[in-house]
Structures are given as structure tokens and as C-alpha cells.
């Protein structure tokens, strides 16, 4: 069970429709506190997404894309951003302050893929959730 009040991760896509709800869902899965939002939210979580997590027996079909905000990132003991151009989407304040907390992969955007590609990147999230999960761990920069 996570304790609401201890800072948690932040993971960010473009339309927080894909692999930051996928991220989300996994952290959420190992107990920690995790959130994700967009630089430009969609409308919805993309439907293959859903099904690919549900594959995995993790529901994210209640998630909704939000728009990533200052007052996310300053909550944040880190934010992931799912890939590197996303830096330069971001506003300056958000960037700025990002500062040290954040951590940047490279994941293929998965919108307009068939199911088969988006299980693959699931896959690869999951490696990468995993991954930073035992990192932080380790450094003890982050309180899970």
C-alpha cells in the first residue's frame, strides 16, 4: 500500500494516452505511488493499451490522460519522461524544475501500432519500470 503523502513518480508521454499510463500501471502494480500525464493529453488511453495491460492482469481502463503541470513535477520525487524529445516539448518553468529528479528513456510511441508492436513496448516499459524501481533502490534518492 502506498502512503499518499510520500512523493512518488511521475511518468510523461506526449498524449499520456500509451506508454506513461503503461508505466503508471506497472509502478502502481510493485506498490508505489505513480502518476503520468501529457504535454498533449488525449482524450482518451489508447483501447490496445488497455487490452495489452490487461494482458498482464493490471487495469488501467479508469486512467485518464491529464496534462502534465509545475505543481505535478514539484510533487515528484522524480519524473520519467518516456522519450528524449520530450524535453524540448515541455515548458521552460516544467523543465527548470525537473532539475535532478529527472530520468529519460527512449521508448517507441506506440499509437497506431497493432497489438502485437504495442505488446513489445509494453514489454520494454515493464523492463524499464523494473529497472529504475531497483536503481532507486539502491541509491535510496527516492523514498518508495
Known sequence: MTDKSEKGILFICIEN????QMAEGFAKAL??????AGTFPSSQVNPLVIQAMMEEGID?????????TEEMVEKAAL????????????PKKIRKKMGKKLVVWSISDPQGQPIEAIRLIRDHIRREVNE?????????????
Not at 488501467?60 to 502534465?68: D, F, M, Q
Not at 519524473?79 to 515541455?90: H, K, R, S, W
Open 17 to 20: 494516452s500509451s506508454r506513461s
Open 31 to 36: 506498490g508505489l505511488n505513480a502518476s503520468s
Open 60 to 68: 488501467i481502463s479508469s486512467y485518464k490522460p491529464k496534462l502534465v
Open 79 to 90: 519524473a520519467v519522461l518516456t522519450d528524449a524529445t520530450l524535453e524540448e516539448a515541455l
Open 132 to 144: 529504475l524501481v531497483e536503481k532507486e533502490k539502491v541509491r535510496k534518492t527516492v523514498s518508495f
